[in-house]
């Protein structure tokens, strides 16, 4: 009944993310990394088999890129992979973005935008590299062309015959 205290904290509903607006149902958050009206799901998680880790990996993508695509004092390259799902790897060095509180905050972002679109880049890799000094905002903005970009072209390699005209973009 509604005159009764509520019970204690174990006796309510578990939430698992402090973005939910009341106990149990999702929010959409304005100004999310992840597509309009989208809501914040718990399960879009980033393991470790998600991410490029070893030096291997980063000089394949580097070298032998299917794709690559430079905006602003972003640089985004992809190679497709033998997994079954998309890879992520980071270059933010110290000489682009000289404070490790706003290198670690580009990461954050980067991988947050990568959460979201993972569903949509097929199995490739992909690797961000940041070239120089850029804020949160415009990196936002810069990751979702970018991720759509790429996900245009990850359709477009493979399925050759949908857009005949696909080559890689320099």
Known sequence: ???EPMGFAREWPLVVD???STLGAPRVVSGSACKPATPVISNQQFPRERRLTSAEDFSAVLKQADFRKRLGPLRFMCRKNQMHFPRLGLIVGK???PKAAQRNRIKRVIRNHFRC????LGTYDVVVQVMQEVGSTRVREL????FDLLERQ???LSNPSAAPNA???R
């Open 1 to 3: 009944s509604a005159s």
């Open 18 to 20: 402090a973005k939910f």
């Open 95 to 97: 000489r682009a973005v």
């Open 117 to 120: 679109y993972q569903d949509h």
């Open 143 to 146: 990751l979702t062309e970018a």
């Open 154 to 156: 990850v359709l477009s």
């Open 167 to 169: 080559s890689k973009e």
